[in-house]
């Protein structure tokens, strides 16, 4: 059989190159989404607290301040709804206990101890790695196949 010109990676270039990238790029992934959640949030907040503080202010004189009050709720449902869409709160949430797991599948493994003390060790680490990172796609495909029929109906 034919292994389609690819070549069996050592222990040191899967730790090196595939366990770490992956750490890496779920740890990338959930600071960006960590920034965006706690950054929309915060600007959800001051906006939907400056409300009252607004609609104190209105008078005869000052009735155009209606129109800002009603402008300061329009950008809090805005920004809800971005959060919404986007959930950076979940995908922070989702992103870091991967790559938290990662790292613990990573130590475990470099210090030898169960379940990688035994002779299929790497081949352990292996299924393991990557059964979570299949788990993580399939989540993703699932949540996109769902956003992808929920847009066309």
Do not use: C
């Not at 329009?74 to 971005?82: F, N, Q, W």
Request: no cysteine.
């Amino acid at each position: 059989m034919s292994d389609g010109g690819l070549q069996k990676m050592s222990e040191e270039e899967y730790v090196s190159e595939r366990l770490e990238g992956q750490i890496k790029w779920y740890d990338m992934k959930s600071r960006f989404n960590k920034r965006w959640f706690v950054g929309l949030k915060s600007v959800e907040l001051v906006i939907a607290t400056s409300i009252p503080f607004v609609v104190g202010f209105i008078s005869r004189e000052m009735m155009w301040l209606k129109f800002v009050a009603g402008f300061l709720g329009l950008l809090v449902a805005v920004v809800s709804g971005i959060q919404s869409v986007f959930k950076f709160h979940e995908n922070w949430i989702q992103y870091r206990t991967t790559a938290e797991t990662l790292k613990h599948e990573k130590f475990l493994y470099l210090t030898k101890v169960r379940p990688y003390d035994g002779k299929d060790a790497f081949n352990r680490l292996v299924e393991r790695v990557e059964s979570l990172i299949s788990k993580e796609h399939s989540r993703w495909s699932h949540y996109s196949s769902k956003e992808e029929e929920s847009l066309n109906k």
